[in-house]
Each structure stands twice: as structure tokens, then as C-alpha cells.
């Protein structure tokens, strides 16, 4: 069981802002052993320990939560979390969604693999939640109300895990980069689009995108360009294999389009470019020859 005091938002209230929006928030204090889940929300949740202890869990993953400690709960994932049996926590909650939803979770270092954080701002946390609850307005006055409590919500929230998570934060993008070029390495002879790898990652296109530009210094799709021709023109100097079936290998099912990206990196065709291969190995054998008669 849990005490709780709940504002819910009608989704006809949600229309005005649809790049973030308000779904409802909460403050419960749990009774020993209080479980919640198996579950799957419709929208993004955040739930915030002001006391006590429990343990969150999703997708074969067990994560120890305290107080000064939360979670986030991503939209349609099966997620399960249960109050500690001695100190059972008491947190707040807030639900929200919106098309920017995601890219602002992910500015603030919170996605899929990292759904836990830490912060110290609790007290201004538990009065914006409170503040809500109490609030006694209708119309454009109360949608307006709770769009700016929301937006200060995650200004707190923000300022504290910048200042506490700046480090983590850095090796965290390192770590989606990395993620990305190892999935590109190993699937660059399939079909694969920018849009699998930010989804094998677990972040959005637009921030993958960013993160390469700022830490290559390229995209993600001129970086899986690059891998698969510099991999093509290995395979032109090391087989004699015909040029679809290396555009294939490469991930293209066009040796058209091959043939034009090779010559647009390289400046001359596939063919081009095995035959001048070719003719510098054989100089590079008469020289070896004519030195040994030396």
C-alpha cells in the first residue's frame, strides 16, 4: 500500500503544448514491501526519493534506489519498482510526454541506458509538486500554470545533474559514439540507416547526429559512408571479386550508387581504381626483381 496525493491532467488539457506537456504528478509515502508493476506506461514518468529506499527494475536490470536518488520510466517499457521492506521510500512523481520529451531527457544525460541519477534538489522538487496539487485555477490560467512548473521542474532538476554528472555526462556521449561504431562496424554490409543505429543505441537521431558532428567531426551517415567504401577499396585490392558483389558486401544493393560514392571519396571509379592497384603491384614486383639481379 502507499498515502498518495495524485493531480491528474485531462488529455484534452495536454493539446495546448504539444512539444512537452504535463500528464498528471504525485507524492506517495510506501508501506513496506509496496510494489508497483509489472507495468507499461503510455508516457515518460520520473520519480524522485525524498526518503527511505526500494529497487527499480527494467529490461533484466535491477537498479538500487535511495533517497536524493530517482528513476526514469520511458514510454512502453515494462518496468517494476517496489519499496524497501525495512525502509520503504516516500518519493514524487511526474509524468509528462511531448515530441521534445525524449531529446530534453537525453540533454539532461537520462535515457534508456543511464534511467537512474542523483541529485540533491528534493526540497524545490516536493514544493513544485506540492505547489500543483494545491492549485485552485481552470482554463488557460491553469494550463499555463503547470506548463511553467513543469519547465522549472526540469530547470532544478537540470542545474543539478549538470553540476553533479558533468564528467559522467561527457563519458556518457563517449559512450554512445563508441556503441554506434562498433553496431556500424559489424552491420555496415547490411542495409542499415542512421535511424537503426540511433535506435540501437537507444537515443534519438537528431542527438546522434550532434554527438558525431561535435566528437568525429562528422555524421553518422558520412561515417558509415566512409567505413563501407574504405572497406570496399580493401576488398578491390585484395580479391578479384566482380564490383556488385563488393558493393554488396559493403551494404549497397545498387553498384551504381557504389560506384558513384567511390568516385565521388576516391576520384576515380572502382574499376578505376583495382586497375591502377593492380599495375602499381606489378611495378612494385619488377622492382623487387631487378634489385635481386642487383
Excluded at 526500494?54 to 536490470?61: C, I, K
Excluded at 512502453?76 to 525495512?86: L, P
Excluded at 543505429?197 to 537515443?203: K, P
Excluded at 585484395?238 to 564490383?243: D, G, K
Aim: with cysteine; glycine share 6%.
Amino acid at each position: 500500500m502507499e498515502d498518495s496525493y495524485v493531480l491528474t491532467v485531462e488529455e484534452k488539457e495536454q493539446t495546448s503544448f504539444h512539444k512537452l506537456s504535463l500528464c498528471f504528478c504525485g507524492h506517495s509515502i510506501c508501506h513496506a514491501g509496496h510494489c508497483f508493476g509489472p507495468a507499461v506506461r503510455p508516457n515518460y514518468i520520473l520519480h524522485y526519493v525524498l526518503t527511505g529506499k526500494g529497487q527499480f527494475h527494467v529490461e533484466n536490470r535491477t537498479y538500487s534506489i535511495e533517497k536524493e536518488q530517482g528513476f526514469l520510466i520511458e514510454p512502453n517499457v515494462m518496468t517494476t519498482y517496489r519499496a524497501d521492506d525495512i525502509e520503504p521510500w516516500e518519493y514524487l512523481w511526474i509524468g509528462f510526454t511531448g515530441a521534445d520529451a525524449q531529446k530534453l531527457l537525453e540533454q539532461i544525460g537520462l535515457s534508456k541506458h543511464t534511467p537512474t541519477f542523483s541529485a540533491a534538489c528534493g526540497v524545490q522538487l516536493l514544493e513544485i509538486i506540492n505547489d500543483m496539487l494545491s492549485y485552485d485555477a481552470s482554463g488557460i490560467q491553469k494550463e499555463l500554470y503547470f506548463q511553467a512548473q513543469l519547465y522549472h521542474f526540469f530547470a532544478l532538476l537540470s542545474h543539478d545533474l549538470s553540476t553533479r554528472q558533468r564528467g559522467f555526462q561527457q563519458e556518457q556521449r563517449n559512450y554512445y559514439v563508441r556503441t554506434a561504431i562498433e553496431f556500424i562496424q559489424s552491420n555496415y554490409s547490411d542495409n542499415i540507416k542512421v535511424t537503426d543505429i540511433a535506435a540501437y543505441v537507444g537515443i534519438s537521431r537528431s542527438y546522434l547526429v550532434t554527438l558525431f558532428q561535435t566528437i568525429v567531426g562528422m555524421s553518422p551517415n558520412e561515417y558509415l559512408t566512409n567505413f563501407r567504401l574504405t572497406r570496399g577499396m580493401e576488398q578491390l585490392t585484395i580479391t578479384n571479386l566482380p564490383v556488385s558483389a563488393i558493393a554488396s558486401r559493403c551494404g549497397y544493393r545498387d553498384p551504381l550508387v557504389f560506384s558513384k560514392a567511390f568516385k565521388q571519396m576516391v576520384g576515380i571509379t572502382p574499376t578505376q581504381y583495382r586497375k591502377k592497384d593492380r599495375e602499381k603491384q606489378h611495378l612494385s614486383i619488377d622492382e623487387m626483381r631487378k634489385k635481386k639481379r642487383l
